[in-house]
């Protein structure tokens, strides 16, 4: 009898063991984290439309549900989940802003923010706290603001959550 109570207690503690291990990596979430659809907009508004050559400025961007279910969305952090950029009228791209690369992590339960149908979030890259990210020379630019998500594979998150890339509309900014 003695023998069956240390297998049992064996075996118990072997599957807590197993169970922490498979917990703490992301075959999990692989299994448990579905993405969600929704009809999201994104909306990206310049401080100003005319600005003085190499004066940066604040940019406002609003993430808005309109879709009929909540959904959940990463919470907003530039050049990990939106990004922005800057065309010449033609289309051509303007050169990438030169910006510190931020270290991407895995997301987890706490990136997510819910959006009700019809409720906005509102977010800004704030020119001083980037400084020289985005001063352009004098001419004509469109900006244009993307947000997007990956795989809830590739995360380690349990809750479902919008998968995509939602552009907004482009913006013409004039620099004198």
């Not at 952090?77 to 990438?96: C, H, R």
């Not at 706490?110 to 019809?118: A, D, R, S, T």
């Not at 400084?131 to 594979?153: D, I, M, Q, R």
Request: with cysteine.
């Amino acid at each position: 009898m003695r023998q069956v109570y240390l297998i049992l207690i064996s075996t118990v503690l072997i599957l807590l063991v197993a169970a922490q291990w498979l917990f703490n990596t992301p075959i999990p979430y692989k299994f448990l984290a579905k993405p969600q659809y929704g009809n999201l907009t994104l909306t990206v508004v310049p401080e100003e439309n005319i600005i003085k050559e190499g004066e940066a400025f604040d940019i406002e961007f609003i993430l808005r549900n309109n879709g009929k279910n909540s959904i959940n969305v990463w919470k907003p952090e530039w050049l990990m989940d939106y990004d922005i950029a800057f065309y010449y009228p033609n289309g051509t791209p303007v050169s990438k802003h030169r910006c510190p690369v931020i270290q991407r992590v895995q997301m987890t339960n706490k990136n997510l923010i819910e959006l009700k149908p019809g409720e906005s979030l509102r977010f800004s890259l704030k020119a001083d706290a980037w400084k020289n990210c985005w001063t352009l020379k004098k001419g004509e630019y469109v900006l244009k603001a993307v947000y997007f998500t990956g795989k809830p594979e590739y995360e380690r998150i349990t809750r479902p959550y919008w998968v995509g890339r939602v552009e907004s509309a482009k913006v013409k900014v004039i620099v004198e």
